[in-house]
DNA sequence: TTGTAAGCGTTATCAC
DNA sequence: GTGATAACGCTTACAA
């Protein structure tokens, strides 16, 4: 079945294409009978727009291109949907595309996107993001860029990001407020900026709290429960060990909390835990763990309107950045005290 | 700054458009001075293909929509992530969207997908999907069309599925040779096919070793873990109250074994559970649920292999139905006998 | 080996 | 109010 075009509907009413175009568009030049006329030739061939066309015609493909470590994380895949809810009904398709966390990776996607003419891209930088080249390549060619979550600092790129210092802040006191005394601190990769930030807000806390901040007490790992089992015996093997928590990710509290039980430690009359990111099963657990929220959802629908904005505005240029709250999930994991 | 096109390149170097394009393209009849020549001007102008020009000339798009119900959803999440790495390489782009669950939504889409000329749809059917005619629309316009999971029996529709029948079997046949007697079964929606054969599964496990079928053992549920604790609470209340159950879902063998411990019961001492999908957060409890792998990767990258094929071969009605085998993930909630 | 010109399906700019 | 025509950027017969 061939496709029909708007030559087919004009070749039927012997009129010309350009009336049959405008009549679908509603030029107001049109007369309302051809109009009518048009429209129910179109609907009796079955004519559905090329997108292509228009598309190649207008510059705009409206597609946008949306780029992430992996797709099938909670946190990523939530982000997308929420890009998804926002674009969809502005007529917007999104191309997903996974840098599996590689910096040659992530230039070729960004290249592939810009030739596949899309109308932005948002994006979530990989870890090993290399150089900001690329970026300001996209910005060139007058395509909206926007960051989320994992930022670079360029300048007049948007970003909508989530106060990660905040929310480790929030943790850390909650921590203290539960009457922990020595509060520990585990960690991904320091060389990415959300973690410096969550490594940031936990020393402020401490700090404001009167705390003093043991540098033993901030450790590294993979994002594995493995890790977190690890580190957790580590710390707990310090001359002095701690009695609480703070992890930048949940596997790694979900890891320490493991090996604490094991040991036989109390939580959380003995021990207190919180974790980032809110992840599903956090809340799923015989013991549920405290987390921070990075409300994922309107992280992805923000960073749509940002898009939205700077297209309508018409300059690239414009750089927007919007923190997000984040919110603190208090749950059995870290409450000694009822309420 | 503008966008260089192939008649920037032609300008530069005092030759047609033409000749660049298929010096571009590597055409056997242009000398390789006029080649070399012209990719080094590409370069210096830095030109970048028009996507949109080739995609409209040639018919094709290099576009694959997927359509799912929810991205957020591990299951279909990591679908996606097994179409993207199968297809990516190829030099397609995949273009999601997502139903919820709606019959409506699901037919806009298709019909969306098609007039941005995409190159085919990988799908899986929403719940409430209506009618066929919208699946066989797109067949009519020579695109190929691949279900996944979910499936309609559509003749000259290829799918790739898991079959759940056996994966049942086999998750109720652990649960007798556990020593169980009296095996519960919790499902959501029997209007689905993938929970008719994950029932019919269940049946003829214990049929096939002579074992009565209960029918008040049979507890339909929405899919959430609220639903999962009230039905176990209704199957305990039964006057000869069950003492396994298998689950059509994780998060209805999540509800049971909650309320289950409420009671008191021991599992897997007293009680057996097994759940489906094989969510991550089944091995990270505390209890590890037993649960069957729908192998979603696979799939993705099955289904993605399919559309290959049929593009391939041209042919969009040569119907192929790749069923995949389930494997049983045996955990602490079914597991009585070590080894 | 390269140039010419048509065509993919739209929309926009002139005309009339 | 409608028609002709050019243009978006690329490929591809057909010529030369």
Redesign the interface.
């Given at each position: 079945?061939k496709?029909t075009t708007i030559y087919d509907i004009a070749k039927e009413l012997n009129i010309t294409a350009a009336t049959v175009s405008r009549a679908l568009n509603d030029n107001p030049r049109i007369s309302e009978d051809t109009k009518k006329l048009v429209l129910a030739t179109a609907k009796k061939l079955n004519y559905?727009?090329?997108?292509?066309?228009l598309?190649?015609k207008s510059g705009k493909?409206k597609?946008v291109g949306v780029v992430v470590p992996?797709?099938?994380?909670?946190f990523f895949?939530?982000v997308?949907?929420g890009i998804?809810e926002e674009l969809?009904p502005k007529g917007y398709?999104?191309?997903?595309?996974?840098t599996h966390e590689e910096g040659k990776k992530e230039i070729d996607i960004v290249?592939?996107l810009?030739?596949?003419?899309v109308d932005g891209i948002i994006i979530s930088a990989s870890r090993q993001s290399k150089g900001n080249d690329h970026f300001k390549y996209v910005l060139?060619?007058?395509v909206p860029l926007i960051f989320f979550d994992r930022k670079k600092e360029i300048e007049g790129i948007s970003s909508v990001t989530l106060d990660d210092a905040q929310g480790a802040y929030q943790a850390t006191k909650h921590l203290i407020e539960q009457g922990c005394k020595h509060i520990a601190h585990m960690t991904i990769d320091l060389s990415l900026l959300i973690y410096q930030n969550r490594l940031a807000g936990y020393k402020q806390a401490l700090a404001d709290h009167g705390m003093e901040f043991n540098p033993d007490y901030v450790i590294a790992l993979q994002s594995e429960?493995v890790a977190g089992k690890d580190a957790a015996k580590k710390l707990m093997g310090l001359p002095e060990p701690p009695d609480a928590i703070f992890s930048a990710t949940d596997l790694g509290a979900?890891g320490a909390i493991?090996y604490l039980?094991e040991i036989g430690k109390k939580i959380p009359e003995d021990f207190c835990v919180v974790g980032f990111s809110n992840e599903?099963?956090t809340q799923?657990?015989?013991?549920p763990i405290s987390s921070v929220d990075q409300s994922p959802l309107l992280m992805g629908k923000t960073a749509a309107k940002v898009f939205l904005e700077q297209i309508e505005s018409n300059d690239v240029k414009i750089e927007k950045n919007v923190v997000l709250s984040p919110s603190l999930e208090i749950r059995k994991s870290s409450q000694k005290t009822l309420g």
């Amino acid at each position: 079945m061939k496709k029909t075009t708007i030559y087919d509907i004009a070749k039927e009413l012997n009129i010309t294409a350009a009336t049959v175009s405008r009549a679908l568009n509603d030029n107001p030049r049109i007369s309302e009978d051809t109009k009518k006329l048009v429209l129910a030739t179109a609907k009796k061939l079955n004519y559905k727009q090329n997108k292509l066309a228009l598309a190649l015609k207008s510059g705009k493909s409206k597609n946008v291109g949306v780029v992430v470590p992996y797709i099938n994380r909670n946190f990523f895949s939530t982000v997308i949907r929420g890009i998804e809810e926002e674009l969809n009904p502005k007529g917007y398709n999104v191309i997903i595309s996974q840098t599996h966390e590689e910096g040659k990776k992530e230039i070729d996607i960004v290249q592939n996107l810009l030739n596949a003419q899309v109308d932005g891209i948002i994006i979530s930088a990989s870890r090993q993001s290399k150089g900001n080249d690329h970026f300001k390549y996209v910005l060139s060619k007058n395509v909206p860029l926007i960051f989320f979550d994992r930022k670079k600092e360029i300048e007049g790129i948007s970003s909508v990001t989530l106060d990660d210092a905040q929310g480790a802040y929030q943790a850390t006191k909650h921590l203290i407020e539960q009457g922990c005394k020595h509060i520990a601190h585990m960690t991904i990769d320091l060389s990415l900026l959300i973690y410096q930030n969550r490594l940031a807000g936990y020393k402020q806390a401490l700090a404001d709290h009167g705390m003093e901040f043991n540098p033993d007490y901030v450790i590294a790992l993979q994002s594995e429960i493995v890790a977190g089992k690890d580190a957790a015996k580590k710390l707990m093997g310090l001359p002095e060990p701690p009695d609480a928590i703070f992890s930048a990710t949940d596997l790694g509290a979900l890891g320490a909390i493991q090996y604490l039980r094991e040991i036989g430690k109390k939580i959380p009359e003995d021990f207190c835990v919180v974790g980032f990111s809110n992840e599903p099963f956090t809340q799923f657990m015989e013991l549920p763990i405290s987390s921070v929220d990075q409300s994922p959802l309107l992280m992805g629908k923000t960073a749509a309107k940002v898009f939205l904005e700077q297209i309508e505005s018409n300059d690239v240029k414009i750089e927007k950045n919007v923190v997000l709250s984040p919110s603190l999930e208090i749950r059995k994991s870290s409450q000694k005290t009822l309420g």
